[in-house]
């Protein structure tokens, strides 16, 4: 950890004036701003959407789902359209004709409920007003008639997530600001693009479909100017240096937060009723509250994969969790706040898996309904106080492209702000020396570093330090 408090956020404040500079002034057709996980992108984006659609010209901001748009939506009129804010930033929501507005999105449209009037929806870009800023998704902006445009095009577009957006979907929307400049703001350690089909035909050539959106714009225009953002504001002092390590060897970050700012605390497990056999799923929540990890490692065994042992272990440490009534401590609520259930995720590889973890937790009771289960593709971009994650290596006799992906173990073990516990069977490293990387290379293709297979085997070593072995 470097430097105070006040010198973190001066650090990452200069980061974001430099963005700045390079898209008003320096005459870049484009920006790329890379970022760890937690490090404020859209925090980033409602700022320079705001500074560009000072200029007076029009602004278009694309993001991958309309999660993402909805919550972007409600954060730009939370900070720029609000009565007192003195912006007075006119939003657009450009959206499918079955659209219905979100909670989020509809506080901000007028009415006697509502927060204010700076956000429009409709399904055509004419029949927004002309705002400032039109938010929508890159499917959306791809199916936009080129006329539905303001004069000229959008001079400045901002692509949300760029780096799980495939290069195709740029290319469809890339007329419309063809003669503008474009920021591209995304994490290059999550998710690769998903596609449907094998790509494998294009693998190695510069119009490669399936490739991320940067990775093609870096290729063909490499002098475009590269900014990081240098800290997690999500990830705990406890989590960054193995997620730095693991996944971000060559872009390094920090915590934006010091040891000493967060804190979890459970009361005593004595105090709470449970399972005679609860006591190895207490001391992997005590070592989680205490060091920020666990691994809880079931025997080993080789399994079908929707392991009911596994998925039962998830669900029982998040129902012990939540009636355990732990709290999180840091300095915005320094008197603590509930672990609640909405602030439990519980992420797996596989649906069948997370469906079977959510019978699992409905069995446990109803009061478990809020605790999130899903898989890392739609944990991406979230955040909690405590995740719960059934390794995707976990009981397995081999070890596949999928599961090995350095993106999909990236976004489960960085999606919390306290604590992370892994549930796991043993002998997975003993699986990885049996099954190196055979991956075939391509010509072409810049390798990818680190591979699924030494990520793997860092977070294992360092997990190793914080195992409880499953009562038996």
């Not at 200029?55 to 954060?75: I, K, S």
């Not at 095009?153 to 760029?162: K, M, N, P, S, V």
């Not at 990830?235 to 040891?259: I, K, N």
């Not at 999928?402 to 699986?431: D, N, Y």
Request: with cysteine; net charge neutral; charged share 20%.
């Amino acid at each position: 950890m470097t430097g105070s408090s006040a010198e973190r956020s001066a650090a990452a404040r200069a980061v974001i004036d430099a963005v700045t500079a390079d898209l008003l002034g320096a005459g870049h057709r484009g920006v790329i701003v890379d970022s760890p996980p937690g490090a404020g992108k859209s925090t980033l984006v409602v700022e320079l959407a705001g500074r560009l659609a000072d200029t007076g010209e029009p602004v278009m901001v694309v993001a991958q789902t309309n999660e993402q748009v909805d919550d972007l939506v409600d954060r730009l009129a939370a900070a720029h359209g609000a009565p007192g804010s003195g912006r007075g930033l006119t939003i657009g929501r450009l959206s499918a004709s079955g659209y219905v507005p979100t909670q989020r999105v509809a506080r901000h449209t007028g009415g006697p409920h509502a927060a204010d009037d700076s956000v429009t929806v409709a399904g055509k870009v004419a029949d927004l007003g002309a705002p400032a800023v039109t938010v929508a998704t890159a499917a959306k902006w791809a199916r936009t008639a080129q006329p539905e445009r303001p004069a000229g095009g959008w001079r400045w577009a901002i692509l949300d997530e760029a780096y799980q957006m495939r290069s195709d979907g740029l290319l469809a929307i890339a007329p419309r600001f063809a003669d503008g400049t474009a920021l591209f703001v995304g994490d290059p350690g999550q998710l690769d693009p998903f596609a449907t089909i094998d790509g494998e035909r294009w693998a190695g050539s510069p119009w490669d479909p399936t490739d991320s959106a940067v990775a093609v714009v870096r290729a063909h225009n490499p002098r475009l100017p590269v900014h990081r953002l240098p800290y997690s504001w999500r990830l705990p002092a406890t989590a960054a240096p193995l997620v730095c390590r693991a996944f971000y060897p060559f872009t390094p970050f920090e915590a934006g937060s010091a040891p000493q700012d967060r804190a979890m605390k459970l009361p005593g497990a004595a105090t709470v009723a449970g399972p005679a056999d609860s006591g190895p799923i207490d001391q992997a929540l005590d070592l989680a509250a205490e060091t920020g990890w666990a691994l809880y490692e079931l025997p080993a065994r080789h399994t079908v994969r929707t392991d009911t042992e596994a998925v039962d272990a998830c669900a029982r440490l998040a129902a012990r969790l939540v009636r355990r009534e732990a709290s999180v401590f840091d300095p915005g609520y320094p008197g603590g706040r509930p672990v609640t259930a909405d602030r439990v995720a519980i992420g797996a590889a596989h649906r069948d898996q997370a469906a079977g973890i959510r019978a699992a937790l409905d069995r446990h009771g109803a009061d478990l309904a809020a605790v999130t289960v899903d898989t890392a593709n739609r944990l991406q971009g979230r955040e909690y106080d405590v995740c719960i994650v059934l390794h995707p290596l976990s009981g397995r006799r081999d070890a596949t492209a999928f599961h090995l992906e350095t993106g999909r173990l990236c976004v489960l073990l960085s999606r919390h702000r306290h604590a992370c516990i892994v549930v796991s069977r043993a002998g997975i490293p003993e699986l990885l020396d049996a099954h190196p990387h055979t991956e075939p290379v391509h010509l072409g293709v810049p390798v990818k570093f680190p591979d699924g297979w030494e990520a793997h085997q860092a977070v294992l070593a360092h997990l190793g330090g914080h195992r409880v072995t499953a009562a038996r």
